[in-house]
């Protein structure tokens, strides 16, 4: 009796469902737990092996089962299909100005749709989205004309389809672009750099492009955009045109990344050093002309600027065409510092070359000519006359001795004062002459050095109007820049 009632209230829950089940019999409490895990654990097993299909599954399934990849989604051949593109501009990686690219990462939206990716949620329990593989399916080519280059992109395998044959392909791409940069006003620059998406080989009657946003939105749309580096985000316009080839025309979308430098770093390292040797090289035109630590001083800072020169040259953009003005404005202030060298050196030269010139002078030349009067001239003449007349003393000291006794006394008496007074009066000319002598290359010598002073002074105002002039121009021109 006991064994039916156990076989019926087995029937009874087989039919209500396994997993209500409890057998119930007068076994042992162990060996019923036993029994149950072992019918639980076959009943899941005999589920794998003939699984009811989920409606996802089903709906995957019947989405792809004649679908072919390789056609154009569209009932009708005649139809174009419209791709719809939003482009928002995440961060600029690098700027290349010597190989012309740029680097940037963008979040690239494509959204399209396929006639053949339809079906009603209401039989699918509801789903109104599902994802798909992007290789089952057909994806517009869709390509960027100035790529050169593979960036390091994520590869993203899925799109979201909806059950109105909407296709949403959303990713991050790292684009390496060729650009037309710009270098001439670093680092005051701004740089246009454009991207254009159109299709590869669909003209514009089998795939169009249009703008998912509005051209005013994603000009204006700078949220996603990374502004803590080294440049700045100004504006990203954009236009759709067709672009006609042969016989044919195809439909492009191109955005321009319009980005401007931020300066105040370049500033810092590389200008501001460069105008503050400029300004000591200025203060040294103060020290004295005729003072031998100028040249050193000035050969010191030209010195110093060519270390600061090559080492600043990594900071430097490269070109392969045209100079940057900051290289030109390097260039100019290296010139600038020897031409400043050079006009020292002149001037010490005219200063030792006027010490040459007093001490090689003969006295006709370097007294008379300048200072020459009838005093100097009657003092040579008195020269003169005097060893003429002590020529005639001798003699008459001669025709003496034919004399007599009394006469040679007093005569030699006579002729003995007249030597002393002629001799002290030769010492006091000679002396007198040579006094005057030293005076007068003391006044030579001061007057070129005052003729040495003035020619500083010139070369010094021109030297000052030529950096004043350069430094203004260069200012302007980058204030110009900068503010537009």
Known sequence: MTERKVARHSEGSRSRGLGKWKPQCECPGRWGTQVSVWLLAKGQKNRTRNPKKSALHQLTKRLLKNYSKGVRPVNNWTEATVVYIDFILQSVLDVDGQNQKVTTSIWYRQIWNDQFLMWDPAAF????????????????????????????SPYLPYVYVNSSGVVKNYKPIQVVSACSLEMYAFPFDKQ???????????????????MWRSFEEVKNDKRAFMNDGEWELVAIPARYEQLHMETTDYAQIQFNVIIRRRPLLYVVSLLIPSIFLMVVDVMSFYLPPNCGTRITFKASLLL?????????????????????LIGVFFAVCMALLVLSL????????????????????????????????????????SLVSMKTKEDLNQIRGFDAEIGSDEESVVINGEHTKNLIL?????????LNYCLRQVDNTNCMKIDWLALCYEVDKVLFHVYLFILVIYTSTLCSLWAVWSSE
Not at 192 to 210: G, I, K, M
């Open 125 to 152: 329990d509801g789903i109104n989205e599902i994802s798909l593989s992007s290789d089952a399916i057909w994806v517009p080519d869709i390509i960027i004309s100035e790529l050169v280059d593979v960036g390091r």
């Open 192 to 210: 246009n750099c454009t991207l254009t998406f159109r299709s590869w080989l669909h003209t514009v009657n089998e795939v169009d492009l249009a």
């Open 304 to 324: 110093g600027y060519t270390v600061f020169r090559v080492n600043i040259s990594d900071d430097l953009p490269a070109t392969a065409i045209q100079t940057p």
């Open 342 to 381: 050079a006009k020292s050196i002149f001037i010490v030269k005219l200063l030792h070359h006027n010490g040459k010139t007093v001490k090689g002078t003969p006295i006709s030349s370097s007294m008379f000519t300048k200072y020459g009067s009838s005093s100097l001239i009657f003092n040579e003449n």
């Open 422 to 430: 002629e001799k002290i009066h030769e010492e006091i000319v000679l």
